[in-house]
């Protein structure tokens, strides 16, 4: 049994030789009404009658023709600031809860069933006569104009539907993040500026990380900032222009040190061959950072640096000095004074003279003092521990372990890059903006971005990971101590710069008012980036809302035609059959004709029609499961 009426969109309109029919009859019917003396009244019923069966073909007639004439699809369309904000605001019933998706309609099985049918032929043996397509659009206003050489896609992917309306999505849907797929050149970063600009109307948070550093992207944003009257709130970081740029300290915000030690340490290669490696960097790191957090010393990149190149003996020294003050008696310099003197009688260690000058000058003897008397009365230090095991390990071998971080850590310090990352409170003669990530959330800022990745695509990835390190210890510290922020952050090309830290995000922000949307070109990309297609798939999984552009890689497709799913598609075959036989008459013969409609279960939507989705097109699944198919507009603002 069928689940839904099945009929072959794109036949020919019968229905208009229906009507040519009534109307040759009304005509008659006038002609004999008007040369005969016939009574009136029976040529009133017949001629109304024959005008409602005249009316109804060619009411049939015209959605037919109008559903084939969609199909030469759309040309570009444009919306300006002011278009955009009414969009987003006054829409009934939903202003300032939901977020304007472009122009488009709700994909339902109707549409997969067009969309096999018209990939069984050309779609241009399906447009209507020209006389017909020229009525068409002296009647709607609209000309086909995508049919173009220049135009890039399949237009009629989004004519199935023969008419489109307002999308709206609601925002607290957005919350459980947003993956946007498509290749390159298919309008993401416009999707992205279309999301950002109505965040920025309606007064939240946006944060956006655009590797490429999109120079149009970031001047919408600015525009956006000054439409909404809010140009103050606008913050620039920019690594191709530092001069221009905010200074923001990736290393401010934390929940525990050791996660200051993680942000760096991730940014060194990865694989399994080199988790050694990793991991003891991810040692010095931890011990520098306790040590400078334990003499009041803020962490920062260029101090790390500094530590790891010229050794850690003097913040060791201090760190130790620190905690004897601390944690022991008062008098404690002539203790260990006369502690040096046995040493010298016992183990005839030279060198080991009284005074206090001595004693907080030599960093052999504190050690010994700590291990062989502090030790034993149950007090211990763990900075001071962890940084002596960097101080007395072979420093050949340390030279060697610590060798992949030292180049990362040398190019996010040197020149320009390392006053933007490690801003120093102390220079008054650098007046560029010194900030941190939480700051911003909490003063309500847009921030943007850039991090000239094709200028050099590995300080890139560098800066972009621990940026998005620091916002997931800021989403922590949101959901575990509280926090009223409604907060976009837009990551364009995340292959380039997501880590672990930031799937978490995608995992539990929710909380934290995080909205999340992430733009890839390819799932591979994504593969390459974790090393690992299972890491991938982890991370693809804590999205629940899907947008898919142009996409080429049949991986990619996949993925897309696997989250939309499946839907019955009905096929009409029909069966022709003639046979004739020996044992009658040369003329006898039989035939046959069948008519069957069958159905099975295919994608919602073919993957190689993802391959010919149009620029600033997209296929959607939102809200939990929602399919929606759009259209974007190209945002016009007022001087660009």
Known sequence: MLLRQFEMPWRTAYESYSAAVWALCIAGLAYVWYTTSVPDLPFYYLGAIA??????????????????WSLGGKGISFISDEQLKHKVTD??????????????????????????EIKRADPEDFYPPKMIMWMIEQWTGEKVGA???????????HGVNGSEEDLYVPIQNLIGNTLLIGTTRCGKTRFLELIAEMAIELGYTVISIDPKGDQPYETSLKAACKQAGREKDFVRFHLAFPGQSARIDPLKNYTNPSDLASRIAALMPGGDKSSSFRDFAWGVLNAIVMGQLAVGEKPSLVGIRSYIDNGVADLLMRVTLQFFDRALPPNWEPEVAAYARTLKQTKGKKGMEEGEILVRQSLHLLLDYYLDMVVPRGLRDEAVEALATIYKHDSAHYSKMVANLVPILGMLTTGELGSLLSPNPRDVSDTRPMTDLASLIRANSVVSIGLDSLANKTISSAVGSMLLSDLTSVAAAIYNYGGNHKIFLLVDEASEVVNDPYVAMLNKSAGSGFINVAAIQTIPDLAARFE????ARQMLGNFNNLVAMRIKDRVSQDFVTETFGQTYVYTQQKIHATSSSTEKTITHFTGSVQERVTEALEDVLPPDVLGQLPNWQYIAAVSGGRLIKGRLPIINHPGQ
Not at 51 to 68: G, H
Not at 103 to 108: H, L, S, V
Not at 147 to 157: H, L, M, R
Request: glycine share 10%; charged share 20%; with cysteine.
């Open 51 to 68: 005008c409602c069966f005249l009316l109804f073909n060619l009411i049939r007639a015209w959605e037919i023709w109008r559903l084939k």
């Open 91 to 116: 829409k009934k019933g939903e202003g300032g809860t939901s977020l304007w998706f472009g122009k488009g309609f709700d994909w339902t099985p109707v549409h997969t069933q067009r969309v096999y």
């Open 147 to 157: 049919n173009t050489v220049e135009y890039i896609g399949a237009p009629w992917i």
């Open 532 to 535: 690992s297609m299972d890491k």
